[in-house]
């Protein structure tokens, strides 16, 4: 009787270092597949690409304060009087399909890591790195308007 | 009643496996942001060399 | 200018009584007050210096005005004016600080005023102007010029900088209005009134017309814009909503460019027709009627059109596309070369109906190359900002050898053909329903359920079914210039994904045909594919006494690969313990290529076809 219960004991205390040494294990995996998100798609490239191209375009915009960076990781028109009047016209569909860019890029990552329920969190993770990554002189939401950089 | 320890604890470890599954990134969102944005803000900085880039280039004649 | 012909009658409302003012908006104590003020001027030797006014504030229908100074300086030999007030226009929310100055004034004559080196300045503008106004029993006439004047609201969406020019305008009493005329010659400086920019002037506008107080009615005017041409409108607006109710704009044999740029790219910004350089002659008209539009008609004279994108272009266009609210329009399009994304379009004449907001026609032929996309019972409308469309699509055979060299792609001998029954485009997605086939390699491969998603877009996504049967692959490997091999092959590849035009998903397998005659591998082909694999087998055969051999007997090759993003999971004739057999030998001597990598980058594989690295794949020899 008493060889039992220790036998099951020790079988139970093995079974412990089992799962302990299992979840040693799965530790370790997960540590090792904390995986980077993939975002070398060809969808996210052209969109890159896409957003590369028009940054020439927009970089004097950011830097004059006529546009700034949103809270929400997009851009918006501060002052349009920041312009000249010439540029004052493709102010509003360049940032219109910056914003476009965005938000599809922001989806597309969702969707090539397999969770197309992420689009909106991934957006919050991008609103942060603009801003942090923004030049300084550069505007930017910030909870009590545009600040700025 | 060890197996069935055994298998609670075992559904124990694979609940947890599912959860740990559904939480968000954050920081490789972090990093992959990080990444895009330095690519495409990068371009300013080739701007200048750009077209003295393109010129060298030659061109083929179909 | 508003602000100007507000302030006209503000002055001479004000210029009534030396020291306390009372305002009477009476037309008698209007006439008195000026012809006071007037004598005054004129009689400047009197014993008065200066004269200063204040007043509360005015309420007149075009805004209100307080806390007004205004100040005439008599000392020196000419009269300089003064004048600051608060203005609030009718349609502002709040009243803003407001400043004229005439340095110099004069009125030798009664009812004549000039003032020099004049400057209005508030918030929101800044205009130094000279200005001359003439008034008589009936008639008001004004002549303005404006020197470097600057105006801008409160956005910066409606603003003008640098103006230079003048303005003339006169105005007779009738009995129910004003019958006006108006003159203005731009000659310096920019205006954007959103979403239209006028830069760099050079622009002349002349009007005529009548004001009351219901409307606005604007007859002839003139419109000469530099770089466009002449445009002539007639237009009545609503004087209290300021809306344009009824107008008609035309304008004949102008530049397509500057009709363009001006005008129409503005409006089409977003559209995929909002980033074209184009050249050529258009006629253009417009016509709204109580505030809606009825009418439009554009003619392009020999235009040229490109896509700044690339996606389309379209030379030597001849176009009528008249549009009207209530009656439907043929319309017609006619081009001698294009191009849509990269494929050359050859010449064509569409005709189509057009019925307020749908367009049918029975049949557009598209020449591609040397055969045709012929579009039947085309149906297109455009609802809630979005085109949908549906029709029918025959192929006329083109050419496959050009339609590879078109875009870029190794030769290829053969023809496309086919019949799709129908074709729908909705809410930017592209669906066939039906086959095309393509006759290429003396097999066939035949495309089915075809979708394109947002095909104009940044991100693009095809999907699709091919099925190929019997491809000679001895043509096929001369084409691609592998090294011999004799057969026929058939493949299916099936959830074809392509992002961006390049591929991220599919489930495809290619086998030698069951029916097959002569099945013959070269050494070269062999090699080439150990290659594929890695460097390090390649030479293996020349190792061996296989090196006499120029060709080889196969009994089977097939590869398959299932890619989920880059990675191929990839599988061959059969399955081996630890890999899968490309080439199945037969006879003596027996060659077999197999396969040990299971798990292969797409994008690796296609670099190691232009270029061969990297080692994995074995040759066995029997």
């Known amino acids: 009787m008493k060889q039992t219960w220790i036998q099951t004991w020790i079988k139970f205390q093995r079974l412990i270092k089992l799962l302990v040494a299992i979840m040693v294990v799965f530790t370790i995996h997960l540590a090792y597949s904390a995986p980077n998100l993939e975002i070398d798609t060809p969808a996210i490239n052209a969109l890159k690409s896409s957003m590369q191209a028009r940054h020439g375009q927009l970089a004097p915009f950011y830097g004059s304060g006529a546009i700034g960076l949103t809270s929400n990781g997009l851009i918006a028109v501060r002052d349009a009087k920041a312009l000249p009047l010439k540029d004052r016209q493709g102010i509003n569909a360049l940032v219109a399909s910056e914003n476009t860019d965005r938000s599809k890029l922001y989806q597309e990552i969702a969707v090539a890591n397999g969770h197309p329920e992420w689009g909106s969190s991934i957006q919050d993770a991008f609103a942060g790195r603009w801003i942090d990554k923004a030049q300084t002189g550069w505007y930017y939401q910030a909870a009590g308007g545009w600040t700025q950089k | 009643m060890e197996k069935n320890i055994l298998v609670l604890l075992l559904a124990g470890v694979l609940t947890a496996c599912v959860t740990i599954n559904i939480y968000f990134p954050a920081a490789a969102a972090q990093e992959a942001a990080d990444q895009i944005i330095d690519d495409v803000w990068k371009i300013k900085e080739g701007d200048a060399k750009a077209p003295g880039a393109a010129s060298e280039t030659p061109t083929q004649d179909k | ?622």
Not at chain 3, 310 to 332: E, L, R, T
């Open chain 3, 1 to 622: 200018m508003l602000y100007l012909a507000t302030l006209y009658p503000v002055i001479l409302y004000v210029v009534k009584q030396c020291g306390k003012a009372v305002v009477d908006n009476s037309v008698g104590t209007f006439r008195k007050a000026l012809l006071f003020a007037l004598l005054i001027l004129n009689q400047s030797a009197f014993a008065v210096s200066s004269i200063e006014m204040r007043i509360g504030s005015v309420d007149a229908p075009v805004g209100q005005l307080k806390d007004t100074k205004l100040h005439v300086d008599l000392k020196g030999k000419k009269p300089k004016l003064n004048l600051t007030a608060a203005v609030k226009p009718a349609a502002a929310p709040d009243f803003m600080p407001f400043k004229l100055v005439c340095d110099t004034l004069f009125s030798e004559q009664l009812g004549y005023i000039d003032c020099f080196d004049g400057k209005l300045t508030s918030a929101v503008m800044d205009i130094p102007f000279s200005l001359h106004i003439a008034q008589q029993a009936n008639q008001i006439a004004l002549d303005v010029l404006f020197n470097g004047a600057k105006f801008s609201d409160a956005a910066g969406l409606h603003a003008g900088e640098g103006l230079i020019g003048d303005i003339q305008f006169t105005a007779n009493k009738k009995q129910t209005g004003w019958q006006w005329r108006s003159e203005l010659n731009w000659e310096k400086g920019e205006v954007f009134w959103q979403p239209f920019y006028f830069g760099d002037a050079g622009s002349a506008f002349s009007a005529n017309g009548f004001v009351d107080a219901k409307k606005i009615v604007v007859n002839d005017a003139g419109l000469i814009v530099k770089d466009v041409g002449e445009i002539k409108a007639n237009a009545a607006i609503d004087a209290k909503t300021k809306q344009l109710t009824d107008a008609t704009i035309t304008a004949k044999q102008i530049d397509f460019n500057g009709l363009y740029t001006l005008l129409l790219k503005p409006t089409l910004e977003k559209s995929a027709f909002g980033n074209l350089t184009v050249s050529g002659k258009a006629n253009w008209q417009f016509q709204i009627k109580n505030t809606q539009p009825a009418h439009f008609e554009l003619k392009l004279i020999d235009a040229n059109i490109e896509d700044q994108n690339g996606k389309f272009s379209f030379s030597h266009v001849n176009a009528n596309i008249p549009w009207d609210y209530d009656v439907a329009q043929n319309i017609s399009l006619a081009y001698e070369s294009g191009n849509l994304l990269n494929l050359p379009l050859g010449s064509a004449n569409l005709k189509a109906e057009l019925n307020r907001y749908a367009l049918t026609t029975p049949e557009l032929v598209l020449p591609l190359l040397d055969g045709a996309l012929n579009f039947k019972d085309v149906s297109a409308a455009w609802l809630g900002k979005n085109w949908f469309w549906h029709l029918r699509m025959d192929l006329t055979p083109i050419d496959l050898k050009q339609f590879s060299a078109a875009l870029g792609w190794p030769a290829m001998a053969g023809h496309i053909s086919g019949q799709i029954p129908l074709v729908t485009y909705a809410n930017k997605q592209l669906n066939m329903d039906g086959a095309m086939t393509f006759n290429v390699f003396d097999g066939t491969v035949g495309m089915n359920n075809l979708r394109i998603d947002d095909p104009l877009g940044v991100v693009t996504r095809l999907y699709a079914d091919l099925t190929m049967r019997k491809l000679d692959l001895g043509v096929l490997t001369r084409t691609y210039r592998f090294g011999a091999i004799e057969g026929k092959l058939d493949g299916d590849v099936k959830g074809l994904e392509l992002e961006n035009w390049k591929a991220v998903r599919f489930d495809a397998s290619l086998q030698t045909s069951d029916d097959n005659q002569k099945k013959k591998i070269s050494q070269r082909a062999v090699e080439n594919i150990t290659a594929l694999g890695g460097e390090g087998t390649a030479a293996a055969l020349q190792r061996t006494f296989l090196r006499f051999f120029d060709e080889f007997n196969y009994d089977k090759i097939g590869i398959s690969c299932k890619l989920r993003g880059d990675m191929c999971e990839m599988g061959g004739v059969t399955s081996t313990p630890d890999g899968y057999i490309i080439v199945k030998g037969s006879g003596i001597p027996a060659i077999n290529v197999n396969g040990y990598n299971k798990q292969v980058s797409l994008s690796d594989l296609l670099g190691r076809i232009k270029r061969i690295t990297d080692s994995n794949t074995n040759v066995i020899v029997k």
